[in-house]
C-alpha cells in the first residue's frame, strides 16, 4: 500500500469503538442495554468500544438503525482505522529516525502537559468506602465520589461492585454485571447535592414508595440511573425535565385510578 505523503500518516490510529463509546454517552445510553438494543453480546459490543473487534457490516447496519448514523459512515471510520495501521506498520525506519528529534521534544511538551492537566491521569486503583468509591490515579492523586452520584452501584453488592474494569485508555471504569460505566471526569465535578427540603422528586417517590423508578423511567424514555440521581438529590433536573417527570407520574396516576 503505497502512503500518500500529503496525508501525514498519525502515531496511533483510532478505532471507531472510541466514537461509538463518545456517542453512547451524550445519549446516557448504558453498554448492556445498548447492546440489547442492537441484539448483541454486551462482552461483544465492550470488545469493539475497547477497540478489540472491527466494525463489521452487520454491525454498522444495527448502529444506523439504532443511532440514525449511516452504516457507510461507521464503515469509513473502520477503513481509516485499518488504513492508518497499514500505514504506520509501513512507515520507513529512516523516516523514523528523521522523526525521532521531533517525536522526543512532542514527548516532553505532552509530559509537561500532563502533570499540569488531571484529565490526563490514568485511573490505577479502585475502592469503596462508606458509601463512597475512591480512585487512585497515575499521578498518585486520590478522588472520591458518594455512591448516590451512581445509583447503580448504590444498589450493588460488595462482590458486585468489586468486578471493574479499567478501561483501554485508564479513563474510565465498567461494571459489566451491572451496566454502569465511569468516566475520570466525573470524579472532577463539584458535589453539590439537593437538599432534602428543595428536592420535590425525592418527597414524592418517599411519599410513594410503591412507585418503581425502573419503570417511571422507561415510561419516560430516560436512563434509569439518572432519573435515581434525581431522586438522591445528586443531581438537579431542568425545569422542563421536573416537568416530564411529574407529568409521568400523574399519568400513571390516573392510570391507577381507572382500575
Do not use: C
Amino acid at each position: 500500500m503505497a502512503i500518500n505523503k500529503n496525508n501525514p500518516v498519525p502515531f496511533k490510529a483510532v478505532h471507531p469503538g472510541y466514537g461509538l463509546r463518545e456517542e453512547l454517552k451524550a445519549r446516557g445510553l448504558k453498554q448492556r442495554e445498548f447492546a440489547k438494543m442492537i441484539g448483541v453480546q454486551p462482552s461483544h459490543l465492550n470488545e469493539l468500544i475497547q477497540g478489540k473487534r472491527d466494525i463489521s457490516n452487520a454491525i454498522a447496519s444495527k448502529l444506523e438503525s439504532s443511532l440514525g448514523i449511516p452504516a457507510t459512515s461507521w464503515l469509513n471510520l473502520q477503513y481509516m482505522y485499518e488504513y492508518q495501521n497499514k500505514a504506520i506498520a509501513q512507515r520507513s525506519a529512516k523516516e523514523q529516525e528523521a522523526k525521532s528529534e521531533t517525536m522526543a521534544k512532542a514527548i516532553d511538551s505532552l509530559r509537561a502537559y500532563q502533570s499540569g492537566n488531571p484529565k490526563m491521569e490514568k485511573i490505577i486503583k479502585v475502592w469503596f468506602r462508606n458509601d463512597r468509591i475512591f480512585i487512585r490515579t497515575s499521578k498518585e492523586n486520590i478522588y472520591s465520589r458518594s455512591l448516590k452520584a451512581f445509583p447503580l452501584l448504590m444498589d450493588a453488592t460488595p462482590s458486585q461492585r468489586a468486578r471493574y474494569e479499567i478501561g483501554l485508555e485508564g479513563d474510565d471504569l465498567y461494571w459489566e454485571e451491572i451496566d454502569e460505566d465511569i468516566h475520570i471526569s466525573s470524579f472532577y465535578e463539584k458535589e453539590e447535592l439537593v437538599s432534602d427540603d428543595e428536592n420535590e422528586i425525592a418527597k414524592v417517590f418517599k411519599r410513594f414508595p410503591q412507585l418503581n423508578v425502573s419503570e417511571v423511567a422507561r415510561s419516560m424514555g430516560i436512563n434509569k440511573s439518572l432519573l435515581a440521581r434525581y431522586i438522591y438529590g445528586v443531581k438537579r433536573p431542568s425545569e422542563k425535565r421536573k416537568k416530564e417527570i411529574f407529568n409521568a407520574l400523574r399519568k400513571l396516576g390516573k392510570e391507577l385510578a381507572k382500575l
